[in-house]
């Protein structure tokens, strides 16, 4: 699946978009932040676009559920 990568780079606060083929969101997530790396940018994501242009949640922005033993 290819997906649509937004973000920016922390440094000098330039936009930056890329299109990564990946089976899923993080791993593209990932790839892109490696590519990123090895020209020298420290990317930020803003999004993550998949198919039909939605805009998929990125797991680290959900709330955390604790579970207590009794």
Do not use: C, K, W
Not at 26 to 44: D, H, K, M, Y
């Amino acid at each position: 699946m290819t997906y649509l990568i937004v973000g920016l780079d922390r440094n000098t606060l330039a936009p930056r978009h890329e299109n990564i083929r990946a089976d899923n969101p993080a791993t593209a997530r990932r790839i892109a932040r490696a590519r990123a790396e090895a020209l020298g940018l420290s990317l930020v994501v803003a999004a993550v676009i998949g198919p039909n242009s939605s805009i998929l949640p990125d797991p680290a922005d959900q709330p955390a559920t604790a579970f207590m033993a009794a």
